[in-house]
């Protein structure tokens, strides 16, 4: 598989300001890497499949001038919460392609994820 | 399929039990299916994973078994210990013209008792 790795894990702001998070991938060139996030007791909602040197794709719903995608690299994509509000508070987790047991490059590695509170 | 729910379903299984934890995704398209283990705080980690050519794979005490008929997969874990208590992720992969459309069910949280 993949190992990949996020930074910050844990992160506190205020309301109104931007916080970026961080997702590497450490031992595998990535072209396209994938945003989820994830409330308390809920599945994981793809935000957004970075594509390397690329605009970013983003799901239906989410707003690209808030989540801000860059993925100037084979290795880092990196997701910036702009005007950082309250109900942004969630569980962002990053994830890219890499080989299954069954062969071929669907299979998803995530990172460990990224806590981010806004108060 | 994709689902969003406030209350994850429970499983809670006596250590040393088997677990069955099913899953029911919703495009009949869908070619490849993984299961994910995302322990509290983490990130979610690959199980195992099966194509829709197939109707059952094996790990280590772990087996995947798929009924394209009625879209259904199920996780088995043989003899439960408490560190496979987590909540348990099943996801669909669609390939859609070379994009991959990956969904993930709604999860299912597994209580090992000792």
């Known amino acids: 598989g993949a190992v990949v790795s996020q930074h910050p894990s844990w992160v506190i702001c205020k309301s109104g300001t931007s916080v970026k998070i961080e997702c590497r991938s450490l031992?595998?060139?990535?072209?396209?890497m994938f945003w989820y996030r994830q409330f308390p007791k809920q599945s994981l909602m793809l935000m957004a499949t970075?594509?390397?040197?690329?605009?970013?794709?983003?799901e239906q719903g989410v707003e690209k001038d808030k989540f801000l995608i860059n993925h100037a690299s084979l290795t880092l994509s990196t997701l910036t919460v702009t005007s950082a509000h309250p109900e942004d508070s969630s569980f962002y987790i990053c994830?890219?392609?890499?080989?299954?047991?069954?062969?071929?490059?669907?299979?998803?590695?995530f990172g460990p994820g990224t806590r981010l509170l806004v108060l | 399929g994709e689902s969003v729910g406030l209350h994850l379903p429970t499983l809670s299984v006596q250590e040393g039990d088997n677990s069955i934890i099913n899953c029911a995704y919703s495009?009949?398209?869908?070619?490849?299916f993984i299961w994910y283990k995302q322990e509290s705080g983490k990130g979610p980690q690959f199980i195992i994973d099966?194509?829709?050519?197939?109707d059952k794979r094996q790990g280590q005490r772990v087996t995947v078994l798929l009924n394209k008929t009625v879209k259904h997969l199920s996780l088995q874990i043989a003899a439960t210990q408490p560190g496979d208590s987590a909540v348990y992720f099943c996801?669909?992969?669609?390939?859609?013209?070379?994009?991959?459309?990956?969904?993930f069910g709604i999860g299912t949280k597994l209580q090992v008792i000792p």
């Open positions: 495009n009949s398209a869908s070619d490849y």
């Open positions: 099966i194509r829709s050519n197939m």
């Open positions: 996801a669909e992969n669609l390939n859609s013209g070379g994009y991959q459309k990956v969904t």
């Open positions: 994830s890219v392609g890499g080989f299954g047991t069954s062969g071929g490059l669907e299979t998803q590695y």
């Open positions: 970075s594509n390397e040197g690329s605009k970013a794709t983003y």
């Open positions: 031992d595998f060139q990535a072209t396209t």
